[in-house]
């Protein structure tokens, strides 16, 4: 099951309304350190990742659009999607990136929206939407509000450097494939700055939950 389901916030009832907070933030900004955070007060989080990962299966229908455009040197020997092989498509080649974001983003939003609709019908409080290109992909008109995780550009960098244990090219790569970050932040409801500790942006965070859900 994709849906991290949380007991906390679900209300069962017709008059209960989910609020729809979407998540996002540039490529190790730290969406997952907030979205977990959330799930641990209560949130349904519905991570674009890990549906990303869904679509792909061998025979699902993703990795066979993918196949067909790139052949099979996108594949393992046993089928699956070799990750690193895409990656380094699509991160050195915006053409192709398109191509891919065109043939994916459509299956992860259908199947993101059924798990909203789900989450929904449960009478849930709170949904969290984690999509790293929630603008890009145009994902706000399904949001109450989107949260923006900020961090400057050499802290950003560095973790990603050392969380995949990429170079500085291999990074900068994955990171100028993305949105503009002030244009991000311009498009945000709220922003949670994560340059510093773990807990300081849960405190941040804190105070996000107490405006959206009093
Ligand atoms: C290229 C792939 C195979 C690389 O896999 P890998 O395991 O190394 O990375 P992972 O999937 O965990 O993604 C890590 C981060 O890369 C960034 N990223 C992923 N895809 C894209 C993209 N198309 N454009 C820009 N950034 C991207 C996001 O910040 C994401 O959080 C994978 O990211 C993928 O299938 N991307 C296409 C689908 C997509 O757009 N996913 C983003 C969520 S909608
Ligand atoms: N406040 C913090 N202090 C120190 N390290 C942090 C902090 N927040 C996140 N990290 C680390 O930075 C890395 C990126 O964080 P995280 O995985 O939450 O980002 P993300 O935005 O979800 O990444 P992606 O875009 O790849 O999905 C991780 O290794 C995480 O442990």
Do not use: W
């Not at 979407?22 to 955070?37: D, E, M, R």
């Not at 050392?162 to 291999?170: G, H, L």
């Amino acid at each position: 099951m994709v849906v991290k389901n949380n007991e906390f916030l679900q209300i069962s009832g017709d008059f209960n309304m989910t609020y729809v907070l979407g998540l996002t933030g540039g490529i190790a900004s730290g969406k997952s350190t907030v979205s977990n955070y959330l799930y641990e007060q209560g949130a349904v989080v519905i991570d674009a990742d890990i549906v990303s990962r869904q679509v792909v299966r061998p025979e699902a229908k993703g990795l066979l659009a993918l196949v067909s455009e790139f052949g099979k040197q996108i594949q393992n020997e046993d089928g699956t999607l070799n990750r690193a092989a895409l990656g380094e498509i699509i991160f050195n080649d915006q053409k192709k990136r398109d191509v891919v974001n065109g043939l994916l983003h459509p299956l992860i939003k259908e199947e993101m929206l059924n798990q909203v609709k789900f989450a929904e019908e449960k009478g849930v409080d709170l949904v969290v939407l984690d999509i790293p290109l929630l603008f890009e992909s145009k994902c706000e008109q399904y949001c109450d509000a989107v949260l923006v995780v900020d961090v400057s550009p050499e802290t950003q960098k560095g973790r990603l450097m050392r969380r995949n244990d990429f170079t500085q090219k291999e990074a900068q790569a994955r990171i100028d494939s993305q949105m503009d970050p002030a244009e991000r932040k311009k498009r945000a409801d709220f922003v949670v700055n994560n340059d510093a500790s773990e807990e300081q942006t849960y405190q941040q965070v804190d105070i996000l939950l107490e405006d959206i859900l009093n």
